[in-house]
């Protein structure tokens, strides 16, 4: 049973290099560093594409985080991904069936303290931590999607 509901924001780009390693590892930035000390292998992990502005992707972390230099993810300004955690896939959805998420965030709580023409603005950085509930609304539609 997962504990604790992640959320993973990055650019096109650095989703598509985790969609080319088979979603088996996901690189994290140090600044997160008192979040990744709660990831535990079980835990469940939403890819949120910013730019696009799309729910893609959900995941299963497969270990805790470990710390690996190797240069895999493209920084984004001067962070790089020092840190990961293994994963596996759950539900990978093509980018013709990514969830616009202007259409599923007036529904999440995790939103609430941001104005509603502001939303996007809680999906700033790296790593966030979800309720439950707006995690599994989320995979719940990617679900339908995927396979009907």
């Keep these: 049973m997962p504990r604790n509901f992640w959320m993973i924001v990055s650019n096109v780009e650095n989703f598509r290099i985790t969609h080319e390693l088979g979603f088996t590892v996901q690189g994290l930035k140090a600044q997160h560093w008192r979040k990744m000390q709660r990831i535990e292998s079980g835990d ?23 710390e690996e230099e190797t240069s895999i993810w493209q920084n984004e300004g001067r962070a790089g991904w020092p840190y990961r955690i293994g994963i596996k896939p759950e539900v990978v959805l093509p980018d013709a069936q990514q969830i616009d998420a202007n259409l599923l965030a007036p529904r999440l709580d995790y939103i609430k303290r941001w104005p509603p023409e502001n939303w996007y603005m809680a999906f700033q950085g790296n790593l966030h931590l979800l309720p439950k509930t707006d995690f599994l609304l989320i995979e719940e539609e990617m679900r339908k999607l995927k396979f009907g």
């Design 44 to 66: 469940r992990v939403l890819f949120y594409v910013s730019g696009a502005r799309r729910f893609a992707a959900t995941a299963t972390a497969t270990s805790s985080f470990f």
